[in-house]
């Protein structure tokens, strides 16, 4: 027979269980469904700009990150949410994104990034897109036009060089979804 100690440490164990299974495989990066990546990344490009290949490339990185948000997140303490975003991404993306581009964000969804703490992105979706796409704002020139030319894009402004995607990857992520 559990002491009573032993008995709701038990209960608690199980219910955190329960919660953590929960959370990964029924709300996977508390998406609600597939559709909702799309308006996602509709609204936050709408908001900050770039145009269809700034939502090509938001779905095409959704896919090869997180097979659009299919994939059990098996990681707690690298790349995390919808789009993985490393934290320091994510720190440099807090320091480099301008005021303004901040204050748009306020405007748009309401939403201070600068009160945002890396680990809120991990069941947001809408942070999880929103900080990949600034990030993709501060690098220079624009989003390639062909999907074979963003998969070298994100490989080498996402991804880099010490991340285990390929640009292979990524386009077969993308065409498993329908997004060539």
């Known amino acids: 027979m559990l002491s009573p100690r032993k008995h709701k440490g038990l209960l608690l164990l199980t219910a955190l269980c329960g919660v ?3 959370k990964r495989s029924i709300l996977m990066y508390g998406l609600l469904d597939k559709q909702q990546i799309y ?5 936050v490009v709408d908001c900050l ?4 290949n700034a939502k090509k490339l938001m ?4 896919a090869a990150e997180t097979d659009m948000g299919n994939a059990i997140d ?18 440099d993306v807090l320091q480099r994104t301008s005021k303004n581009k901040k204050a748009l964000i306020l405007k748009c969804f309401g939403i201070d990034i600068d009160r945002v703490v890396h680990t809120d992105l991990r069941w947001s979706p809408l942070l999880s897109v929103i900080f990949a796409r600034l990030k993709f704002m501060l690098v220079p020139g624009l989003i390639p036009n062909q999907q074979e030319d ?3 894009y994100w490989k080498k402004w996402y991804n880099s060089s010490l991340g285990a995607g390929t640009p292979e990857h990524y386009i077969k992520a993308s065409t498993r979804h329908g997004l060539v």
Not at 74 to 91: A, E, N, R, V
């Open 74 to 91: 098996k990681s707690w303490f690298t790349g995390i949410g919808l789009m993985q975003f490393d934290k320091i991404g994510f720190d």
């Open 49 to 52: 700009g770039g145009g269809d």
């Open 20 to 22: 953590v299974y929960y």
């Open 150 to 152: 963003r998969a070298r």
């Open 59 to 62: 779905l095409e990185v959704s």
């Open 39 to 43: 308006d996602t990344v509709d609204k």
